[in-house]
């Protein structure tokens, strides 16, 4: 008896009554506005705004992304602005590019993009952040980029990965898809969940608690 009770206790402290993504106040990752403009993955200095990124993410001068660290449960929030500048037949596509990390304990369901105007998605990789190397490539096309539903919202995972995202590194790169001179903010919200294996755990704490009450 001793022993489960130290096993539930265990659990408890671990998982912190486990609740649900939704429940949890959402943590901003990273606000523009607050934390500085996002690098460009695609910045070549030039007038196109657009490089072929090759075998890696980062070759030569090919801009560069943020990291926005280890994600954690529960719903995460970056927010910006992607700007279009176009001069006559010369575009300028000033995009975003974002770094984050799923650890082994959890799984991303949902990133969903919200938009006032036209986005673009660019590249959806799993990378090497230390080696800038890409790993594989869940959805890749810089020019024309894919669009992104606007203004309604449009889940990434669910239309690229089909699947929930599991541990490793990704990389995101977007744009403004207009033809014309715009700026549009934009709102990501990321839904973070325990992993299967952590679900059973999770059934676990149920139990424990289940059985502090029935000594009650």
Same mark, same amino acid.
């Given at each position: 008896m001793l022993n489960h009770a130290i096993a539930c206790a265990v659990l408890v402290a671990t998982l912190g009554g486990a609740p649900s993504a939704q429940s949890i106040p959402p943590h901003i990752l990273w606000k523009e506005k607050v934390n500085g403009v996002l690098p460009d993955l695609q910045d070549s200095g030039g007038t196109d705004g657009m490089v072929s990124t090759g075998s890696g993410p980062r070759p030569g001068d090919a801009g560069d992304w943020q990291d926005l660290g280890t994600l954690r449960r529960g719903l995460s929030i970056v927010t910006g602005e992607v700007t279009t500048i176009r001069s006559g %037949? #010369? %575009?300028?596509?000033l995009g975003d590019a974002i770094l984050f990390t799923v650890p *082994?304990? $959890? =799984? =991303?369901? #949902? &990133?969903v993009f919200e938009s006032e105007g036209t986005l673009g998605l660019r590249? %959806?990789? +799993? =990378?090497?952040? @230390? !080696?800038? !190397? =890409?790993?594989?490539e869940i959805q890749r096309r810089t020019f024309p980029e894919v669009g $992104?539903?606007?203004p309604t919202n449009d889940d990434v995972v669910?239309?690229?990965?089909g699947a929930p995202l599991g541990a490793g590194a990704y990389v995101l #790169?977007? *744009?403004n898809a207009a033809r014309v001179t715009d !700026?549009?903010?934009? !709102? &990501?919200?990321f839904e973070v969940v325990p992993a299967p294996g952590a679900v059973g755990l999770l059934g @676990? +704490?149920?139990v424990c608690a289940a059985r502090r009450r029935s000594r009650g």
């Open positions: %037949f #010369s %575009f300028e596509f *082994n304990e $959890l =799984v =991303v369901t #949902s &990133i590249e %959806f990789l +799993v =990378v090497d952040p @230390a !080696t800038d !190397t =890409v790993l594989s $992104l539903s606007t669910a239309r690229f990965a #790169s977007y *744009n !700026t549009s903010a934009y !709102t &990501i919200t @676990a +704490v149920g």
